[in-house]
C-alpha cells in the first residue's frame, strides 16, 4: 500500500533497555526521516538521514541514535529506555536531497511501550 | 524555530455540513504547508499541500487556504462523510529538513 515499512509493528521494553526500530524506504526515495509522536500529540522530528548521514536533528537527546544503509533503510536505536519513550515512532521516506517541501510517505509506523 | 498552532483539539459535525481547521504558523520563511489525516492506529496520510506562492487549492470536496500576511492556513472540508472522520494535522516545512506538526484536531462526523 504505502511503500514505507516499519518493523515491528508492535514492541514492549522495559525502562533501560534498548530498542531498534527498522524503516524500509518508498522505491526512489533516497531520504529518511523519523518522527516521534507520543499520544494525542502530532509528531515530532528526531532526526533525518541523507546519503547515510545524519542531517538534521531535533530536540532529543544522543541516546536516540540512527543509521542509513546504501539502499536507503534506516534503523532508529534508543538506549536506556525511559517511560516517556512510549509512542508511535514514525519513518517517512522522500526525495529531495534532504529538503522538507517534496511531501513525505509515512510508514504505518512502530508502537512502542515501556514498562 | 518553527511553531504551529492548530484549532480546535476536537470537531464534531453532521454528515453533509463543512468542517473548517485553522493552523497559524510563525516562521515567515516557511513555503509548503501539507495537511495530513490520520485514522485510528495508522499511518498519516497527505490529502492536500499548499505552496507559499498560492493562497488556494482545491481537490474535489478538501481545500486548503493560505494567507502568508497573516502567517496562516485552513482545511476546508465540504459535503462531510462519516469516513472523514480522523485526526488530522497540518505542518508547516519547505526552510529546512523537517516539518513542524501541530497538535492534531479530532474531526467526527456525526451520521
Known amino acids: 500500500e504505502t511503500g514505507v515499512t516499519q518493523s515491528p509493528t508492535h514492541l514492549i521494553k522495559t525502562r533501560g533497555q534498548q530498542v531498534t526500530l527498522r524503516c524500509s524506504s518508498q522505491?526512489?526515495?533516497?531520504?529518511v526521516s523519523w518522527y516521534q509522536q507520543a499520544l494525542g500529540q502530532g509528531p515530532q522530528f528526531i532526526f533525518q538521514?541523507?546519503?547515510?548521514?545524519?542531517?538534521g536533528r531535533g530536540n532529543f537527546p544522543p541516546r536516540f541514535s540512527g543509521l542509513q544503509f546504501p539502499n536507503y533503510s534506516s534503523e532508529l536505536n534508543v538506549n536506556a529506555l525511559e517511560l516517556d519513550d512510549s509512542a508511535l515512532y514514525l519513518c517517512?521516506?522522500?526525495f529531495g536531497q534532504g529538503r522538507s517541501d517534496y511531501g513525505y510517505t509515512f510508514g504505518s509506523g512502530t508502537r512502542l511501550t515501556v514498562v | 524555530g518553527e511553531n504551529v498552532e492548530q484549532h480546535p483539539s476536537t470537531l464534531s459535525v453532521q454528515e453533509g455540513d463543512s468542517a473548517v481547521i485553522k493552523c497559524t504558523y510563525s516562521?515567515?520563511?516557511?513555503?509548503?504547508f501539507p495537511w495530513y489525516k490520520q485514522e485510528l492506529g495508522k499511518r498519516p496520510q497527505l490529502i492536500i499541500d499548499?505552496?507559499?506562492?498560492?493562497g488556494e487549492k482545491k481537490d474535489q470536496r478538501i481545500a486548503v487556504t493560505l494567507n502568508k500576511t497573516a502567517k496562516h492556513f485552513s482545511l476546508h472540508i465540504t459535503e462531510t462523510q462519516p469516513e472523514d472522520s480522523a485526526v488530522y494535522f497540518c505542518?508547516?516545512?519547505?526552510?529546512?529538513?523537517?516539518?513542524?506538526f501541530g497538535t492534531g484536531t479530532s474531526l467526527t462526523v456525526i451520521p
Open positions: 505542518a508547516a516545512g519547505g526552510t529546512g529538513n523537517q516539518f513542524y
Open positions: 499548499i505552496r507559499s506562492n498560492v
Open positions: 516562521d515567515s520563511a516557511s513555503n509548503y
Open positions: 522505491s526512489g526515495h533516497n531520504t
Open positions: 517517512a521516506s522522500s
Open positions: 538521514y541523507y546519503r547515510e548521514e545524519e542531517n
